[in-house]
């Protein structure tokens, strides 16, 4: 039997955590029997303009969410254009570890009808984020026979969903076959949206072992003993102030298309790829982050962690996945700014491992449509 399998979700920037949740899962896969690829999705023409019709579309009737799409698009050009050209350069590196098909959605279609591929996967990440006015439904898998559709720990990054995607969203929940998803929240959701409960699971990075991802390390020159600054959103000034307080006779190390500590002589900015990633944060004494990526890595190597809260300017939250990571492992206790925070802990895997035997119990049911 032919054990392809195609997963939808977001490759090709230059961005850590969705580098390692796709790299986590084609690893999981792999060492399942399966053969796994990303699928990129190529745009017609055709599809481009009609994509724009509808953006257009939505933002002359939506005239009170204009604010929202400037932001969103602020942040993912940024995620894909302020990156320096080393930095591109290992990403790129790093990316040839994962196989990818390029392909456009009449294609795709073609290719899910016979028997190349047994199943399709969307997700882990953000990809079901409702809040863009470019709505896809190939993120729900639509190309594909409902039989061969699988969802596994994608994120809304909400708790709502806008009226002008309502519609859409709803269509391609119940076009699924198979949901999970990665936050309480989301199950909430979508229970709301279509009444059906759904299994919360891991995301990806935490489905490998410490010594799985160990394989991956690069060998990166590091300071003896720093303390990690990484950042998603400005960090204010009392977030630098604890962070420079962490970091009293250590060096700290920041990373570039992140934000870092201009001007401050304990900080060394470095171009790193995921790989360089992982390494930086297993040797880290102490790592100060917003990231939910950088919380689920550091979680896994067991590192000391004390975790921000994010400084968009957005309305909606986008803490609560980091949050239900903390609550399950004990440590919420390393949240900058709360009642109970005691600076840099450790978390408790002992519900990782009891999570991880069931997100993977899941997705290996799914696939084989049991």
């Known amino acids: 039997m032919n054990k392809r399998i195609g997963v939808i979700t977001y490759w090709g920037i230059y961005n850590i955590g969705s580098y390692l949740?796709?790299?986590?899962?084609?690893?999981?896969?792999?060492?399942?029997?399966?053969?796994?690829?990303?699928?990129?999705?190529?745009?017609?023409n055709f599809s481009k303009i009609k994509s724009k019709l509808k953006l257009l579309i939505k933002l002359v009737f939506?005239?009170?969410?204009?604010?929202?799409?400037?932001?969103?698009?602020?942040?993912?050009?940024?995620?894909?254009?302020?990156?320096p050209s080393d930095t591109r350069i290992k990403f790129e590196n790093d990316q040839k570890l994962v196989d990818t098909l390029k392909s456009d959605i009449s294609r795709l279609r073609r290719l899910s009808r016979n028997d190349e591929f047994i199943a399709f996967i969307c997700g882990?990440?953000?990809?079901?984020?409702?809040?863009?006015?470019?709505?896809?439904?190939?993120?729900?898998?639509?190309?594909a026979p409902k039989h061969k559709r699988v969802a596994y720990a994608p994120s809304f990054g909400i708790d709502y969903v806008p009226s002008y995607n309502r519609k859409s969203v709803i269509k391609g929940l119940i076009g699924m076959r198979s949901i999970?998803?990665?936050?309480?929240?989301?199950?909430?959701l979508i229970e709301q949206l279509i009444g059906e409960k759904v299994q919360v699971v891991l995301d990806p990075t935490l489905l490998l072992t410490k010594e799985e991802w160990q394989k991956w390390e690069s060998d990166i020159s590091l300071p003896d003993d720093y303390v990690v600054f990484f950042f998603l959103s400005q960090p204010d000034d009392e977030t630098i102030k604890e962070v420079k307080r962490l970091g009293v006779g250590k060096k700290i190390v920041c990373f570039h298309k992140a934000y870092a500590l201009d001007g401050y002589d304990s900080a060394i900015t470095m171009s790193i790829g995921p790989r360089d990633f992982l390494s930086v944060i297993n040797k880290a004494s102490v790592v100060c982050t917003d990231s939910f990526h950088a919380v689920a890595i550091s979680t896994i190597y067991s590192k000391p962690l004390v975790v921000f809260r994010r400084t968009h300017k957005n309305t909606?939250?986008?803490?609560?996945?980091?949050?239900n990571l903390l609550e399950l492992t004990h440590n919420e206790q390393c949240i900058y700014g709360t009642d109970g925070y005691k600076g840099p802990s450790v978390s408790d895997n002992?519900?990782?491992?009891i999570e991880k035997e069931k997100s993977i119990t899941y997705l290996m049911k799914a696939i084989k449509n049991e």
């Open 21 to 44: 949740q796709a790299f986590a899962l084609q690893q999981l896969l792999i060492k399942n029997g399966y053969n796994p690829c990303i699928i990129q999705i190529q745009s017609s």
């Open 316 to 323: 909606y939250n986008q803490f609560c996945r980091i949050e």
């Open 124 to 143: 882990s990440d953000q990809i079901w984020n409702p809040l863009g006015f470019d709505s896809r439904d190939y993120k729900y898998l639509s190309f």
């Open 180 to 188: 999970s998803v990665r936050e309480r929240q989301g199950a909430k």
């Open 350 to 353: 002992t519900n990782i491992d």
């Open 62 to 83: 939506n005239p009170l969410h204009i604010n929202d799409f400037f932001e969103l698009r602020r942040m993912g050009l940024r995620t894909i254009n302020d990156v």
